[in-house]
């Protein structure tokens, strides 16, 4: 039997404003580009992400190769947050955090628009 991952994210955190939701920049950007992580503490792809030409192209590593493989990701939509630090992860410098929700063994489903947008679009 398969041991499943249980979410460490709390069911309900603190009440927030809109003002600090608004300081969270979520845009949508297109994955132009994955390449394996080997390097990585679990499995994952750095990926490079067009968020369009006021953003542009931004690095990130993502732990999604349970549900994606790195043709299935080339020119898939996500959401990400563009305005964290830069993240070191080992020698690979992450600019963005991708989203996803766990599914119900606790893998990452990655986030995005049902139909096409803009690259760059902003989450509100």
């Known amino acids: 039997m398969t041991e499943t991952r249980k979410p460490t994210v709390p069911l309900l955190r603190a009440t927030i ?22 390097e990585a503490r679990r499995p994952a792809f750095k990926l490079q992400v ?6 542009g192209t931004r690095r990130t590593s993502a732990q999604v190769t349970k549900h994606y493989h790195p043709q299935t ?10 305005n964290f630090p830069a993240k ?27 139909r ?5 679009g902003k989450l509100y």
């Open 17 to 38: 404003t809109y003002e600090d939701f608004d300081r969270v920049d979520i845009r949508v950007g297109t994955i132009v580009a994955v390449d394996p992580f080997p």
């Open 50 to 55: 067009d968020f369009g030409p006021e953003i």
């Open 73 to 82: 990701l080339i020119g898939r939509q996500v959401a990400a947050v563009v």
């Open 88 to 114: 070191q992860i080992g020698k690979f410098m992450s600019e963005v955090l991708v989203l996803g929700f766990p599914d119900h063994e606790g893998e990452v489903v990655l986030i995005g628009p049902e």
């Open 116 to 120: 096409p947008v803009p690259n760059g």
